[in-house]
Nanobody, 119 residues
């Protein structure tokens, strides 16, 4: 059974930092893309960052570029999202996900920790 287990969410003041981690088990993610999606109340889910598991190439949404950094550790089968200069508008549930068929329907999802940024 494949599992993505996240950790690291919480409450932080604006301007602060948080690091989310995603521990994967049950398979390796070669040929997959791992990403972080977020969903705020009343808003659509959005992909904020993604990383190709094999090449390490990355994607960032414009709203987080320069503030968020996605990485993966292939040896330990983990991914992470370092978030700095957090803003109240970054408040959302953040999901780790992995896919090899695009982001409309990723195959694997984490549980989605809450990130709350207070002003």
């Amino acid at each position: 059974q494949v599992q993505l287990v996240e950790s690291g969410g919480g409450l932080v003041q604006a301007g602060g930092s948080l690091r989310l981690s995603c521990a994967a088990s049950g398979r390796t993610f070669s040929s997959y893309v791992m990403g972080w999606l977020r969903q705020a109340p009343g808003k659509e889910r959005e992909l904020v960052a993604a990383i190709n598991w094999d090449s390490g190439s990355t994607f960032y949404a414009g709203s987080v570029k320069g503030r968020f950094t996605i990485s993966r550790d292939s040896a330990n089968n983990t991914g992470s999202l370092q978030m700095v200069s957090l803003r109240p508008e970054d408040t959302a549930v953040y999901y780790c996900a992995a896919t090899n068929r695009g982001w409309s329907h990723p195959q694997y999802w984490g549980q989605g920790p809450q990130v709350t940024v207070s002003s």
